[in-house]
């Protein structure tokens, strides 16, 4: 009786496994002005190193600009809050180009956000709920 029982658990513990469904998550992004360089983009889904920390974020890549407007897939994911950065590296040096100040020399983007925030949104300020496929628009700025 007491295999019986442990076989069970063991049956209920690895034979279902539950299955997270997944959604797709794209961009589209707009407002690029000069085709050149790559686009930068960090997805998040906490607070924890957004905006600029590329280690701590979610998924980091870099594609290379084609036209002034690009949809980008950027995978599947459970549902739940994400962000999404972005910035177009024009002269290919792999960061973020700054004045003395802290202000971006290159273009730059976030999800929900169409005009240029001051200072650094949160990830609150810019994060959408992912409940289905998406494909979330985001415009470029420059300052």
């Known amino acids: 009786m007491r295999k019986i029982v442990v076989a069970s ?9 539950t299955s997270i469904e997944k959604h797709k998550l794209s961009i589209q992004v707009e ?13 998040f889904n906490s607070e ?6 590329g280690i701590k974020a979610l998924k980091s890549l870099t594609v290379k600009v084609k036209s002034e407007t690009m949809v980008i897939e950027l995978g599947a994911f459970p549902a739940g809050n994400y962000a999404v950065t972005l910035m177009q590296d024009k002269n290919l040096n792999g960061i973020m180009d700054k004045n003395m100040i802290g202000i971006p020399r290159e273009p730059f983007g976030f999800t929900k956000l169409q005009e240029i925030p001051f200072g650094a949104p949160s990830f609150n300020e810019t994060s959408i709920q992912l409940v289905g496929s998406t494909v979330e628009r985001i415009k470029l700025m420059e300052i």
Not at 9 to 17: D, K, T
Request: proline content about 4%.
């Open 9 to 17: 658990c063991i049956f209920v513990f690895f034979g279902f496994s």
């Open 48 to 53: 924890v190193g957004y905006p600029e920390e």
């Open 31 to 43: 407002g690029i002005t000069e085709i050149k360089g790559n686009l930068g983009i960090l997805l």
